[in-house]
């Protein structure tokens, strides 16, 4: 409980760090939109996760970062091809037809879907009062669809971000079996390089496409690879580890939607219709019921 204890300066600091990555990982959506203008889906993703590699394995050398064991190559693999590869081939084509603020709200029902994931294929126990946050969520993600519906017509984008949201969720239940054998920063070394290894197949056209491009086009797939790929997984793994409960940091992550929404008004001057607000409110309102009866005792 919080007696109106100011918090530790540890944890100010904290706090500031994860509030930085949520702004960060926020970003990204409306950076892959501008990007769109100049890059195809493929070569925005395999240009910028090359950066990311040649980071990741300098910093790798410098940190002595593990090989993982033989048996857990597979997991690596289901990790890198799920939740870097697949997702970003998605989420990128998606955003040719979704603007940002609707891709970061489905996109954002990505935890709730891990919850049916894990509950399927690790076994896990769901108290039965999570379950309704977990349909709440799902009638809100079936409202921001009927938004972007015209006539009989779905928007092909929302398919593809369902998927990007299965493959992210994928990856979380990858993620939380190698996590018990290897750090945050193994973890994530290990999925970035699998995937990028996946994406080189477009990396002619991201060659031929670079040597075209304009300089805040290709700044921007610098910052992509800097920011809310490297900096950003490095961050979020310092705040969890610095944070008294787990929880003082995740509850930022309900204000990425929110956050892409107003980064790409302000920017690309994108708008989200009445029903887009209200079914990515039902969403996020889903989420936040799930994690408080999930965590509640009884």
């Given at each position: 409980m919080d007696n109106g204890t100011p918090p530790k300066p540890n944890q100010t600091i904290t706090i500031i760090v994860a509030m930085c990555t949520v702004v960060m990982w926020s970003s990204a959506f409306p950076v892959t939109r501008f990007l769109l203008q100049h890059y195809s889906p493929g070569a925005i993703m395999v240009l910028r996760f090359i950066l990311a590699s040649v980071i990741l394995i300098i910093l790798g050398f410098i940190k002595k970062t593990r090989l993982p064991a033989l048996r857990d190559i597979p997991l690596c693999l289901g990790l890198g091809i799920s939740g870097v590869f697949l997702y970003n081939?998605?989420?990128?084509?998606?955003?040719?037809?979704?603007?940002?603020?609707?891709?970061?709200?489905?996109?954002?029902?990505?935890?709730?879907?891990?919850?049916?994931?894990?509950?399927?294929?690790?076994?896990?126990?769901?108290?039965?009062?999570?379950?309704?946050?977990?349909?709440?969520?799902?009638?809100?993600?079936?409202?921001?669809?009927?938004?972007?519906?015209?006539?009989?017509?779905?928007?092909?984008?929302?398919?593809?971000?369902?998927?990007?949201?299965?493959?992210?969720?994928?990856?979380?239940?990858?993620?939380?079996?190698?996590?018990?054998?290897?750090?945050?920063?193994?973890?994530?070394?290990?999925a970035i390089i699998v995937g990028t290894i996946c994406m080189l197949v477009f990396l002619p056209a991201g060659i031929r496409e670079l040597q075209h491009s304009t300089l805040p086009a290709n700044l921007a797939i610098l910052y992509m690879a800097l920011f809310p790929a490297v900096l950003a997984y490095m961050a979020w793994g310092y705040a969890l580890s610095k944070a008294e409960k787990t929880t003082h940091v995740t509850v930022f992550m309900y204000l990425v939607p929110f956050l892409a929404t107003l980064i790409g008004y302000f920017w690309l001057g994108e708008t989200l219709s009445p029903w887009a607000w209200l079914g990515g409110i039902i969403i996020i309102a889903g989420m936040v019921l799930t994690n408080v009866l999930g965590r509640a005792k009884g």
């Open positions: 081939f998605f989420f990128n084509t998606a955003s040719l037809y979704v603007v940002a603020g609707v891709s970061s709200f489905i996109v954002a029902s990505a935890p709730v879907i891990t919850i049916i994931l894990a509950r399927i294929f690790l076994k896990e126990v769901v108290k039965p009062a999570c379950w309704i946050g977990v349909v709440l969520s799902f009638c809100g993600l079936m409202v921001v669809m009927i938004s972007q519906t015209t006539g009989f017509t779905i928007n092909i984008g929302l398919l593809f971000l369902l998927i990007a949201a299965f493959s992210g969720s994928a990856m979380n239940i990858f993620q939380r079996l190698l996590v018990l054998k290897y750090t945050a920063f193994e973890v994530a070394t290990y």
